[in-house]
């Protein structure tokens, strides 16, 4: 049993839907991240949260909008995406962000495919 | 930036046996974490084995060990004893150890490699 849970597991979506992915953490750890995992790119970070503070975006468009309401919480909102978006989207968590010493806990992930 | 290379897009091995995969990293850094993480069917990442790079003895976990030459910025895991559940995507990850929020813990991916196992 995984203590990052990720909600859906599968997501097929329109480009002008919107949907969000979800994930939960039972680890009571303060940091959650957005990892992307394409076919044939290495997984790619996305978001960093720390105490439900944005502290890291790299670089990702404007259609993915992320949310961290609490420390267990975190919310990947979809909006108007392209095919080229469709990939597995890990959720993962560690005790703090600054302290480079933690270990990472991955999610199972959520499949999307942009039709 | 730092960049992490998996050579190997695909490794196959007999149950019982051997298999090592190779990695190698660039970074100007001198301190810092490297990882191997097992992907399988399922997706989860799940932490192997890690290393940091100020301890010069290699890790181990039960079947699992490293090469780790700091010099050659190289990091290979050696798999002993193989078997089916061993079967999985494997990937090697690099961290920084700069002690900063907005280093944000970022894990850096080679590709990965997949391990076949042979009954």
């Known amino acids: 049993e995984t203590g990052v849970t990720q909600t859906p597991r599968h997501l097929v979506m329109g480009m002008t839907n919107k949907k969000s992915l979800k994930c939960e953490q039972h680890l009571g750890h303060n940091a959650m991240y957005w990892y992307k995992q394409s076919a044939k790119k290495p997984l790619e970070l996305m978001f960093v949260?720390?105490?439900?503070?944005?502290?890291e975006n790299n670089s990702v468009p404007s259609r993915f909008s992320p949310e961290c309401p609490n420390s267990s919480h975190l919310f990947l909102h979809l909006h108007t995406l392209q095919p080229e978006d469709s990939a597995l989207y890990l959720c993962a968590s560690s005790q703090d962000v600054a302290v480079s010493g933690n270990t990472i806990y991955f999610g199972e992930g959520s499949w999307l495919t942009v039709v | 930036a730092q960049t992490v290379t998996q050579s190997q897009p695909e490794m196959s091995v007999q149950e019982a046996e051997t298999v090592t995969l190779s990695c190698t990293y660039d970074t100007s850094e001198s301190d810092y974490y490297l990882f191997w993480y097992k992907q399988p069917p399922s997706r989860q990442m799940i932490l192997v084995i890690r290393?940091?790079?100020?301890?010069?003895q290699n890790a181990t976990e039960n079947r699992f060990s490293v090469n780790f030459q700091k010099a050659a910025k190289s990091f290979s895991l050696k798999i002993s004893d193989s078997q089916l559940g061993d079967a999985a995507m494997y990937f090697c990850a690099y961290r920084s150890a700069l002690m900063i929020k907005a280093a944000g813990n970022k894990l850096t991916f080679g590709g990965g490699t997949r391990v076949l196992v042979k009954p």
């Open positions: 290393q940091e790079a100020y301890k010069q």
């Open positions: 949260y720390s105490l439900e503070e944005r502290v």
